[in-house]
């Protein structure tokens, strides 16, 4: 299946801070979430993608095409969905509709009435008025609304409650029916992921952990939790963390590493979550 995004190389050296060799692709008809703790690289990889920021080396392609050669051209198959004000606060959604719709070559209005009705956005009320949740869903429309084949959202559900993040949630699912679009999702809020994305891709430092199938992420660790009569064992096995707990211990380990251990002793095994595998990742790359 062909990649709609692929990163190849990707090195960006800041003062204190750099990017180094990431490398991922996302293919078409699949939600990917990026994910990492505050600070580890995610809106600045997506700065990259949209060549807001120019890589030191490597490559970018979109559409199977590197993004220095058309940029422009490929940027208008792109809808970004940005967790920052982008749209022009003192006019209505209708306005602002007005002003950057010419600027699309396939913009279809017709498409964004539908999507402001069914999203439930007023149309003459100021952008500064509406709340995060209601701004992201005009902003999501505006996105879909000019064919776009590639959604990349910048932490789209930070700082909403959870019926807001529920609703957008849905709607992605809803815009990933179409097998010819792909949508790239960085966020910290990993509950949210383990719903909807396809495949995970966790940046630390700067530096890719790992790319994975969300389902195959998620069976490839356990936790191990036991009392701490049975610590020496644990210990043994090489965990790769481990921490007391009020009843014991928890030990993050390798699923089947963490099968073998039933034999021997009575230790009870649990399916991780995300945010657990991001917490233990991290906690034993700082040991």
């Not at 498409?111 to 992201?136: C, E, H, Q």
């Not at 021997?264 to 945010?275: G, I, M, V």
Request: charged share 30%.
């Amino acid at each position: 299946m062909e990649n709609i995004m692929a990163l190849n190389h990707v090195t960006k050296r800041f003062k204190g801070f750099a990017l180094e060799d990431v490398s991922f692709s996302l293919k078409k008809g699949f939600i990917m979430g990026f994910v990492g703790p505050n600070g580890a690289g995610k809106s600045t990889t997506i700065r990259c993608i949209m060549d807001l920021i120019h890589i030191d080396s490597g490559d970018i392609e979109l559409f199977g095409e590197n993004i220095r050669n058309r940029l422009i051209d490929l940027k208008q198959r792109i809808g970004f969905v940005y967790d920052q004000d982008v749209f022009y606060g003192d006019l209505t959604a209708e306005k602002n509709k007005r002003v950057i719709a010419p600027f699309y070559k396939r913009w279809n209005d017709e498409a964004f009435y539908r999507y402001i009705k069914a999203f439930d956005v007023p149309l003459n009320k100021k952008l500064r008025t509406f709340s995060k949740g209601v701004k992201m869903k005009f902003a999501l429309a505006m996105a879909l609304s000019h064919h776009a084949e590639l959604i990349i959202m910048d932490e789209p559900t930070s700082g909403l409650d959870p019926i807001f993040r529920k609703e957008l949630l849905d709607i992605l699912m809803d815009v990933i029916q179409d097998e010819n679009k792909a949508i790239f999702f960085s966020t910290h809020i990993t509950t949210d992921l383990e719903k909807v994305a396809d495949y995970i891709t966790f940046i630390l430092d700067g530096k890719i952990l790992l790319s994975e199938e969300t389902n195959d992420l998620l069976e490839a660790y356990t936790l191990v939790k036991g009392p701490t009569t049975l610590e020496t064992d644990i210990k043994a096995a090489r965990p790769i963390a481990l921490k007391a707990t009020s009843l014991g211990f928890e030990a993050f380990m390798e699923g089947n590493a963490a099968r073998q251990l039933t034999r021997k002793a009575n230790f009870r095994l649990e399916r991780p979550s995300l945010e657990e595998i991001m917490y233990y990742l991290v906690k034993a790359r700082k040991r």
